[in-house]
Nanobody, 131 residues
Framework: QVTLVESGGGLVQTGGSLRLSCVAS????????IGWFRQAPGQEREFVGG????????TYADSVKGRFAMSRDNAKNTAYLQVDSLKPEDTAVYYC????????????????????????WGQGTQVTVSS
């Protein structure tokens, strides 16, 4: 059982940047595929990106390609989501989640974006982008 805690959210202007962190405890972080999701008020929680266990493979939603970047430091039990060129449409609560079985090179995109495939979730961190 791994516990995840997100941080790094805040209020920024259009075009600004933030680096979100996801710190894991109570489990073997290096064995988990990490997904990032976001949820705006009144909308469904949507997939943002996913990163493989060793950090070599990444998958991004079309809406954030070229603007967001994921990385991880297994020695620090931490995953990162760098968010650049922020738009008001990016305003949402951002969550990290861990999967025990997903593999970047062997699982289809439809499985990577499925929320039910992630067993552990953080509490979320708020990102607000002003226009």
């Amino acid at each position: 059982q791994v516990t995840l805690v997100e941080s790094g959210g805040g209020l920024v202007q259009t075009g600004g940047s933030l680096r979100l962190s996801c710190v894991a405890s109570g489990g073997t972080f290096s064995l988990s595929y990490i997904g990032w999701f976001r949820q705006a008020p009144g909308q469904e929680r949507e997939f943002v990106g996913g990163i493989s266990k060793n950090g070599a493979g990444t998958t991004y939603a079309d809406s954030v390609k070229g603007r967001f970047a994921m990385s991880r430091d297994n020695a620090k039990n931490t995953a990162y989501l760098q968010v650049d060129s922020l738009k008001p449409e990016d305003t949402a609560v951002y969550y990290c989640a861990a999967s025990h079985f997903l593999r970047h090179y062997f699982d289809d995109y439809k499985d990577i974006i499925r929320r039910a495939n992630y067993a552990n979730w953080g509490q979320g961190t708020q990102v607000t982008v002003s226009s």
